[in-house]
Every structure is written in structure tokens, then in C-alpha cells.
Nanobody, 124 residues
């Protein structure tokens, strides 16, 4: 089992920055991929970014050059630095962990564990 706890959400104005953290505990040695998802009201959950144990990263186009995902394996923590935030970034952000290999993690169903989510609100 893996427990994920997110923190760092909040309210920010357009153009501002926020940094999210996700601390993993439990069977963390088996985690191969960790990711950030988000879900806005009335919309489906979508991937934002993911990172492998070795540091490979993936971003959706809408956040490239604005968001940065990173991980500190010594602290069992991943981060999402969000800059130049836009109102359309408003959502609940979830941390997720997968045991399967990097190249097989594509959909949300591929993740094994999820955090409880943290709200990010960007005002216009």
C-alpha cells in the first residue's frame, strides 16, 4: 500500500505561482511513476504531468513552459511548480503513483494509488 498526501494548493491571481507537494509513504520502493492530475468542475480528470523514478518527464501541452514536475527520492516527495497561472488552471489537483513501468503509464487507470487532492483556484 502507498499513501499520498498533497499540500500547497490555494488561491492565486492570474500570472501568479503556486507549488504543490506530494509526500508518499508505505511501499514506496515499488513506485515507478508519479503524476499530477487535475479535475475542474464538470470536466473529466486530466493528466497534468508525470515523472519516472529516473527523472523522465511528460507534460500536457497546455502547461508546458509554465509547470515543472520534479521529485526528491530522498524525501519520497514530488513537486509541481506552477508559474504563470491562468484561470483555466483552476481545479482540484491530485497526486498519483503507479507501480508499472514508465512506458506503460498512459491513462489514469494505470495508476495504483491516489491522494485526496488539493484545490487550486486562479482568479482573473
Amino acid at each position: 500500500q502507498v499513501r499520498l498526501v498533497e499540500s500547497g494548493g490555494g488561491l492565486v491571481q492570474t500570472g501568479g505561482s503556486l507549488s504543490l507537494s506530494c509526500v508518499a509513504s508505505g511501499s514506496i520502493s515499488s513506485i515507478a511513476v508519479m503524476g499530477w492530475y487535475r479535475q475542474a468542475p464538470g470536466k473529466e480528470r486530466e493528466v497534468v504531468a508525470r515523472i519516472s523514478k529516473g527523472g523522465d518527464t511528460y507534460y500536457i501541452d497546455s502547461v508546458k513552459d509554465r509547470f515543472t514536475i520534479s521529485r526528491d527520492n530522498t524525501k519520497n516527495t514530488i513537486y509541481l511548480q506552477m508559474n504563470m497561472l491562468k484561470p483555466e488552471d483552476t481545479a482540484v489537483y491530485y497526486c498519483a503513483a503507479a507501480f508499472r513501468a514508465w512506458n506503460t503509464v498512459v491513462r489514469s487507470d494505470d495508476y495504483d494509488f491516489w491522494g485526496q487532492g488539493t484545490q487550486v483556484t486562479v482568479s482573473s
